[in-house]
């Protein structure tokens, strides 16, 4: 269906600029007024300014000095027998009291301007003599009346008083909100100026007379506070009050002497004496930065803050603004925390909501043009979508509230079958298919009951018109949709519509389905893979426990078992007749497998000549039989084109049990070992014993790493002799392993275990690293040979971890022999060739082990670097009787030379073997005949012992043949 595409009209916003500019133009002045109006003094910002500087108070706790005591005139202290006002005389008692207790100074907040009792005002005489000036006493100015209206009246302690203390001021002057902020230095009084309290109890000289704001962010409750009952009944210690400075005040409520303050509320005038004096002496008395320093941080901020949110978005650049007004404070408070200085930050704050206020109006009027310039564009847009849904990639249609298909893209015609170009507008169950046409009625219905929107995306099987049957991924969306605008300029009833987007994944599906078969099939045989093998095992397992509990009748079923085997002389196949021919024998024994298993059964090939049958049978003799036929079928002779290959295969089985698939499988795997062992060509049921011993290998590798990691293992070296000069050259390093409990274990026991498990790679680091430190510090430059691990030589790092041993412990390299077997080159012949090349162009060199039992040694003197050849014990055992070892050995001896490679004959036990092998050239031995393996201290006692013998042309003789070498 073609959209009509209705006539375009430009946008007439730009008309709309003058206005916009002068909107703009007003906003500006607006804001440059209220900027003014922050900036200058007036009571609603001091106000502001004042409340942030009372909230700063709590932003910290200092704790007090520790020097100020204030003793409490508290309803304890107001007895009856006391009263109040009370006499001189407790007066004078308590202040002997105080200097009884070595108090520094002692203030008075109680004012002893009128006279009483000659005998009361007498006794506080003689205390304040006795007290030898360290008494200061209360002076102020009380509310009086004068001339009819109202004044202060200058009172002063009695002169008779005053002639042995010390007056000060304890004025408190709220400012207008009745909060007590600044506390003056002094005051004059009468024909005089006289200090404030707070500045003689803090001894702190007088920098100027301006009055300062008390530090409330002093913790009012760390000040110490000591009751004038307690103090007067003796029940103070002495440590309290010794040289403190004692403020004595009226704290009772009922005597009405409290004040209020930031932070704290209202506190007892002298409690508020004794944090002004706190402030002094941490010098903490707060002044005021001046306005003009206060107006520059403002205006720096404000600047910094509009630059930061210049051309933002309006989150963001109230974001800015938010963010330079708690940076601003943050300095303020900072400053304060730092220095005694109150740096006022109202003006940065109303600039900031200034410069708010004008980016709110100024997105808001952006906002009103924008929606003009919707209003204008709707059209355009509109025939753009149009356009759109014509041309898109996938299946679109558009279906309004009553059911009509109002667009539908050129992709969605194709696939239902409908011309995109018809003019006329048909209802959707007329063009759509069966399933599509229900979805869509569906969500229709969701969206005029409002149940519902979106749903997820689902996949319809639908059979099109011609027959074809296709899968589609398919989304209805519903969607709201305004009503028209009516003449009075309301909107009408709002509508509903419904997107129907999908796309023919038929194709797409098949693709998915052919991955997932192929992600569960071996790609070579076809046989089902490790992971549909374990899956299968499982699923078993989990049937046999399903019978258990339904019953001992249920569980009596038939015998699941896991037969696992592979292929007696693959290796063989795959080296003389190539990879080809051995993948040829691969399917081969994948056909017969399939062919052999019954219906249930699952054939699964592992990987390499690994491949394994998962079978149920009536009893576990029907699992044999069934294993036996399996050896029968698969082994013996395969056709491989113009070859012919046989083999045989070595089948391990385990029944299942009480243990989970992992333990199936180790159990076919372990009567698989003991299949190979038996010599092949057979299946072995896996039974208790295996069980112990696998159970054994288990914990012999847990003891393994277990002494790995407490040093337990230990190195052993083999003596290397020169024929020629019957000297030490060379030694083997063996590892050696005392278990605690077991006592020596053969490293035929443990070496295999710790290569199956892959401890061996630690394992043999170990020992390369030991042999090194070892030989390094031996007096004779011998050689020391270290066995290499196909693990080992598989890993990338082994030329990094050679090196690293030779560098720590300084053992230059070609001291080094590396000794690799025939089967370890052929398994790793691609990748070792580069990690050995990189160790002989170090210096290493490298032997290989066991010469003479493998398959293709010849070629493994031609493409690896190879300095000696260790020729197998199994030759050097049947001299020199047996003419065809001597022969063997001869042979190789020769080739050797030819080759410039030296030759070492393995396991010499006796003289005549000594001899035998020096008539046939080779040029050292090693085995028991010269010493079974001894630690390193044996070794060295040998090379010392060898050197302090050997003449000079014996020394020289050695040098030359090893140089040689």
């Known amino acids: 269906?073609?959209?009509?595409?209705?006539?375009?009209?430009?946008?007439?916003?730009?008309?709309?600029?003058?206005?916009?500019?002068?909107?703009?133009?007003?906003?500006?002045?607006?804001?440059?007024?209220?900027?003014?109006?922050?900036?200058?003094?007036?009571?609603?910002?001091?106000?502001?300014?004042?409340?942030?500087?009372?909230?700063?108070?709590?932003?910290?706790?200092?704790?007090?000095?520790?020097?100020?005591?204030?003793?409490?005139?508290?309803?304890?202290?107001?007895?009856?027998?006391?009263?109040?006002?009370?006499?001189r005389k407790v007066h004078a008692a308590l202040l002997d009291r105080l200097l009884d207790l070595d108090a520094d100074t002692v203030a008075f907040d109680v004012d002893f301007s009128a006279e009483t009792t000659p005998?009361?005002?007498?006794?506080?005489?003689?205390?304040?003599?006795?007290?030898?000036?360290?008494?200061?006493?209360?002076?102020?100015?009380?509310?009086?009346?004068?001339?009819?209206?109202?004044?202060?009246?200058?009172?002063?302690?009695?002169?008779?008083?005053?002639?042995?203390?010390?007056?000060?001021?304890?004025?408190?002057?709220?400012?207008?909100?009745?909060?007590?902020?600044?506390?003056?230095?002094?005051?004059?009084?009468?024909?005089?100026?006289?200090?404030?309290?707070?500045?003689?109890?803090?001894?702190v000289p007088a920098a100027s007379d301006e009055p300062f704001t008390v530090d409330y962010g002093i913790d009012v409750e760390g000040i110490r506070h000591v009751s004038a009952d307690a103090l007067l009944g003796h029940r103070v210690a002495r440590d309290v009050i010794a040289g403190h400075i004692v403020l004595v005040g009226a704290t009772a409520l009922q005597l009405r002497d409290e004040v209020a303050v930031p932070r704290f509320g209202m506190i007892?005038?002298?409690?508020?004496?004794?944090?002004?004096?706190?402030?002094?002496?941490?010098?903490?008395?707060?002044?005021?930065?001046?306005?003009?320093?206060?107006?520059?941080?403002?205006?720096?901020?404000?600047?910094?803050?509009?630059?930061?949110?210049?051309?933002?978005?309006?989150?963001?650049?109230?974001?800015?603004?938010?963010?330079?007004?708690?940076?601003?404070?943050?300095?303020?408070?900072?400053?304060?925390?730092?220095?005694?200085?109150?740096?006022?930050?109202?003006?940065?704050?109303?600039?900031?909501?200034?410069?708010?206020?004008?980016?709110?109006?100024?997105?808001?009027?952006?906002?009103?043009?924008?929606?003009?310039?919707?209003?204008?564009?709707?059209?355009?847009?509109?025939?753009?979508?149009?356009?759109?849904?014509?041309?898109?990639?996938?299946?679109?249609?558009?279906?309004?509230?009553?059911?009509?298909?109002?667009?539908?893209?050129?992709?969605?015609?194709?696939?239902?079958?409908?011309?995109?170009?018809?003019?006329?507008?048909?209802?959707?169950?007329?063009?759509?298919?069966?399933?599509?046409?229900?979805?869509?009625?569906?969500?229709?219905?969701?969206?005029?009951?409002?149940?519902?929107?979106?749903?997820?995306?689902?996949?319809?099987?639908?059979?099109?018109?011609?027959?074809?049957?296709?899968?589609?991924?398919?989304?209805?969306?519903?969607?709201?949709?305004?009503?028209?605008?009516?003449?009075?300029?309301?909107?009408?009833?709002?509508?509903?519509?419904?997107?129907?987007?999908?796309?023919d994944v038929t194709e797409q599906r098949a693709a998915e389905a052919r991955l997932v078969a192929m992600a569960r099939r071996d790609a070579l045989t076809g046989l089902a893979n490790r992971r549909v093998l374990i899956e299968g095992i499982e699923a078993a397992l989990a049937a046999a426990e399903t019978r258990a509990a339904e019953g001992a009748e249920a569980a009596a079923g038939p015998a699941v078992a896991l037969l696992f085997f592979d292929l007696d002389r693959f290796k063989v196949v795959n080296d003389r007749l190539g990879h080809a021919n051995g993948d040829a024998l691969l399917v081969s024994v994948a056909a017969r497998l399939a062919a052999c298993a019954a219906p249930g059964d699952l054939a699964a090939r592992l990987g390499g000549d690994d491949f394994a049958l998962l079978v149920s049978r009536a009893s576990v003799a029907d699992v044999r039989r069934a294993a036996e036929g399996v050896v029968a079928a698969v082994g013996g002779v395969h056709s491989l084109g113009p070859y012919e290959a046989s083999v045989g295969i070595s089948l391990g089985i385990a029944v299942a049990g009480s243990g989970d698939a992992p333990a199936l499988m180790r159990g076919a795997d372990a009567a698989m070992g003991a299949a190979r062992r038996a010599g092949g060509d057979r299946a072995v049921l896996f039974d208790a014993a295996m069980a112990r011993g696998v159970e054994d290998d288990r914990a012999l590798e847990h003891d393994l790493r277990e002494a790995l990691r407490r040093d337990e293992v230990g190195v052993v070296y083999q003596r290397q002799v020169d024929l020629a000069t019957d000297r030490i050259v060379g030694v083997e390093a063996l590892v050696r392993w005392r278990h605690p409990t077991r006592g020596p274990v053969s490293p035929a026991v443990f070496i295999p275990i710790a290569e199956r498990t892959g401890v061996i790679e630690a394992l043999g680091a170990w020992v390369l690293r030991t042999a090194c430190r070892d030989a390094a510090a031996w007096p004779d430059p011998i050689r020391v040979s270290v066995n290499l691990s196909a693990i080992q030589l598989q890993r990338d790092d082994l030329v990094a971890t050679v090196l690293d041993a030779l560098a720590a412990s300084g053992l230059p390299p070609d001291r080094l022999d590396l000794e690799l077997t025939e089967s370890l080159l052929m398994e790793n012949d691609g990748p070792a060739r580069d990690r050995l090349e990189r160790l002989r162009a170090a210096g290493v060199h490298l032997a290989l082990d066991d010469f003479g039992t493998g398959y293709s040694s010849l070629s493994y003197l031609r493409d690896f670097a190879i300095d000696k050849i260790k020729i197998d014990q199994s030759f050097v055992r049947?001299?020199?009787?047996?003419?065809?070892?001597?022969?063997?050995?001869?042979?190789?001896?020769?080739?050797?030379?030819?080759?410039?490679?030296?030759?070492?004959?393995?396991?010499?036990?006796?003289?005549?073997?000594?001899?035998?092998?020096?008539?046939?050239?080779?040029?050292?031995?090693?085995?028991?005949?010269?010493?079974?393996?001894?630690?390193?201290?044996?070794i060295v006692a040998s090379l010392q012992a060898q050197l302090a013998t050997a003449n000079p042309a014996t020394v020289r003789g050695t040098a030359a043949v090893l140089e040689e070498a």
């Open 119 to 203: 005998e009361a005002d007498a006794a506080l005489e003689a205390a304040l003599v006795r007290a030898k000036g360290s008494v200061i006493l209360a002076a102020l100015h009380q509310p009086a009346t004068r001339d009819g209206g109202l004044g202060s009246a200058t009172t002063l302690p009695l002169p008779r008083f005053a002639a042995q203390a010390w007056p000060a001021t304890v004025n408190q002057w709220p400012d207008a909100d009745g909060r007590v902020r600044a506390v003056a230095r002094s005051e004059p009084m009468g024909n005089e100026r006289l200090p404030s309290l707070s500045m003689l109890a803090a001894a």
């Open 878 to 938: 049947g001299l020199p009787g047996e003419r065809p070892a001597a022969a063997i050995i001869e042979a190789v001896v020769s080739l050797a030379g030819n080759l410039g490679l030296r030759v070492n004959a393995e396991g010499c036990e006796t003289a005549e073997q000594v001899d035998a092998l020096r008539r046939l050239g080779c040029h050292e031995v090693q085995g028991w005949f010269h010493g079974r393996p001894e630690p390193s201290s044996a």
């Open 268 to 503: 007892p005038g002298v409690v508020l004496h004794a944090m002004a004096a706190e402030s002094l002496m941490q010098g903490r008395a707060l002044r005021p930065v001046s306005k003009m320093l206060e107006l520059a941080a403002a205006a720096l901020g404000l600047a910094a803050a509009a630059v930061l949110a210049r051309r933002r978005k309006l989150g963001p650049r109230l974001a800015v603004l938010a963010g330079a007004a708690l940076l601003g404070e943050a300095g303020a408070v900072a400053l304060q925390s730092i220095l005694p200085l109150q740096l006022g930050t109202a003006p940065l704050h109303a600039g900031l909501l200034v410069f708010a206020v004008v980016a709110v109006g100024t997105e808001i009027e952006g906002r009103r043009i924008g929606i003009l310039r919707s209003r204008a564009e709707a059209d355009r847009l509109r025939t753009i979508l149009d356009r759109v849904i014509a041309d898109n990639f996938a299946g679109v249609v558009v279906v309004d509230h009553d059911g009509t298909v109002r667009a539908i893209s050129a992709a969605a015609a194709a696939i239902v079958g409908f011309p995109a170009d018809a003019e006329d507008h048909p209802r959707f169950d007329a063009v759509l298919p069966g399933p599509l046409a229900a979805a869509c009625a569906e969500a229709m219905a969701r969206a005029a009951d409002g149940t519902g929107w979106r749903r997820p995306a689902q996949e319809i099987d639908c059979i099109l018109g011609d027959g074809r049957r296709v899968t589609l991924d398919c989304v209805a969306t519903p969607s709201r949709i305004p009503g028209p605008v009516g003449l009075d300029g309301r909107l009408g009833p709002e509508r509903h519509a419904v997107c129907l987007s999908f796309a």
């Open 1 to 87: 269906m073609r959209a009509r595409m209705p006539r375009w009209a430009a946008p007439r916003w730009r008309d709309l600029q003058p206005a916009l500019r002068a909107r703009r133009s007003l906003l500006i002045r607006l804001g440059a007024v209220l900027a003014v109006a922050a900036l200058a003094p007036s009571t609603p910002f001091d106000r502001l300014e004042t409340a942030i500087t009372d909230a700063r108070f709590g932003l910290w706790h200092r704790p007090p000095t520790g020097r100020i005591v204030v003793v409490d005139i508290d309803a304890a202290s107001l007895t009856p027998e006391r009263g109040w006002p009370w006499s």
